[in-house]
T-cell receptor
Framework: DTEVTQTPKHLVMGMTNKKSLKCEQH?????MYWYKQKAKKPPELMFV???????INESVPSRFSPECPNSSLLNLHLHALQPEDSALYLC???????????????FGPGTRLTVL | AQTVTQSQPEMSVQEAETVTLSCTYD???????LFWYKQPPSRQMILVIR??????QNATENRFSVNFQKAAKSFSLKISDSQLGDTAMYFC????????????????FGKGTHLIIQP
């Protein structure tokens, strides 16, 4: 089973709203990731959590706030976003162990975010 | 920092044909992983195949195989007997390994190749 789930599938929000994206996996993976993908572009790494601790922040603006409450759950809190933040937000997870396929990232279906 | 280059923005082949997608990368790391992911119109990112840099043997997964040339920093994907369902954007990606006790690293993607399989 390599399923990563993301909710909601679609989100429309105004620039003054506060919303959250949710990502969940039950594969025992200890690394979780947020990527942002604009239309016709490759995904760009935003954040990495390793063992529930933030290990990489790719200089993401503070209006994006990640949270990892436990090893299965990853949230992305959104506040005061701009229209240019409209994109597909992808979550991924990996085992973070040596050995076969330990570092393979499995992606969720994404949340399509529109900021008005 | 590493870079990944896919020089073919779009390719189109007939069903059942064989097609090769190109990827080159640049890194100073000696140990790393390379991946091909496909992203169909649904935009779900699906793993196609992975290659560990320390392995000389090229990875294969059913109709998909890679030609990994470490010295040349080249990692091409061959799709045999192409099918309509192979129509998708294909991304080549690089990743440094993360190990137990350490932190994970993210994927660096190329710009992608849009592959169209014609009936």
């Amino acid at each position: 089973d390599t399923e990563v789930t993301q909710t909601p599938k679609h989100l429309v929000m105004g620039m003054t709203n506060k919303k959250s994206l949710k990502c969940e996996q039950h594969m025992g993976h200890r690394a979780m990731y947020w990527y942002k993908q604009k239309a016709k572009k490759p995904p760009e790494l935003m954040f990495v959590y390793s063992y529930e601790k933030l290990s990489i922040n790719e200089s993401v603006p503070s209006r994006f706030s990640p949270e990892c409450p436990n090893s299965s759950l990853l949230n992305l809190h959104l506040h005061a976003l701009q229209p240019e933040d409209s994109a597909l937000y992808l979550c991924a997870s990996s085992r973070l162990l040596r050995g076969p396929r330990g570092d393979t990232q499995y992606f969720g279906p994404g949340t399509r975010l529109t900021v008005l | 920092a590493q870079t990944v280059t896919q020089s073919q923005p779009e390719m189109s082949v007939q069903e059942a044909e064989t097609v090769t997608l190109s990827c080159t990368y640049d890194t100073s790391e000696s140990n790393y992983y390379l991946f091909w992911y496909k992203q169909p119109p649904s935009r779900q990112m699906i793993l196609v195949i992975r290659q560990e840099a320390y392995k000389q043997q090229n990875a294969t997964e059913n109709r998909f195989s890679v030609n990994f040339q470490k010295a040349a920093k080249s990692f091409s994907l061959k799709i045999s007997d192409s099918q309509l369902g192979d129509t998708a954007m294909y991304f080549c990606a690089f990743m440094k390994p993360g190990y137990s006790g350490g932190g994970a690293d993210g994927l660096t993607f190329g710009k992608g190749t849009h592959l169209i399989i014609q009936p």
